[in-house]
């Protein structure tokens, strides 16, 4: 069996970070991710799908990532249930990460330099470890830019108001 996902997208709030009764770390964000060019549609739609993530990994992540900044998130999908106090029964899907990369610098202003360029390919994902809380790793990339990145036209964050989002 596999249950891997790896998405590449950008936040939509600031992450928030919590502690469990027990001690343990917990930061919930949520993660906007353009889908491909349908038709002749001018607008891109996106999904916005929950990342949770634990521990030593989920205070750097409330520490470094802020709203509207890009991220890559490598992870599982988790399905849960409650009954919420109507007694309904709620499902949650949600991506459970254990490595997010900070695909940009945290002190860049405007202007794209300090900006990870390896976003798009593979060389964020190469050699380096798996274990969580890695941060901007990849190398840069000194060709052309590559256009399946679709925040790679101009690495301002997107500005999301609360009443663009569906929750």
């Known amino acids: 069996m596999l249950n891997r996902v790896i998405l590449i997208g950008r936040l939509t709030k600031d992450p928030e970070l919590r502690y469990t009764p027990a001690g343990v770390a917990v930061t919930q964000f949520t993660l906007a991710v353009d889908r491909q060019f349908s038709g002749s549609k001018e607008e891109r739609e996106a999904d916005f799908i929950p ?47 254990d490595n997010v990369r900070f695909l940009e610098s945290a002190n860049r202003e405007g202007g794209s330099q300090g900006r990870d360029e390896g976003a798009g390919g593979n060389s964020n994902t190469s050699g380096g470890g798996y274990g969580g809380g890695n941060r901007s790793s990849g190398s840069r990339n000194s060709g ?20 663009d989002l569906p929750f």
């Open 144 to 163: 052309s830019n590559n256009n399946s990145d679709p925040f790679a036209d101009d690495g301002r964050p997107i500005d999301i108001s609360d009443d």
């Open 51 to 97: 990342i949770v993530t634990w521990r030593q990994l989920a205070e750097t992540c409330a520490n470094y990532l802020r709203k509207g900044r890009l991220a890559a998130v490598e992870g599982r999908l988790q399905v849960r249930n409650y009954e919420n106090n109507e007694g309904r029964r709620v499902y949650v899907t949600e991506v459970i990460a």
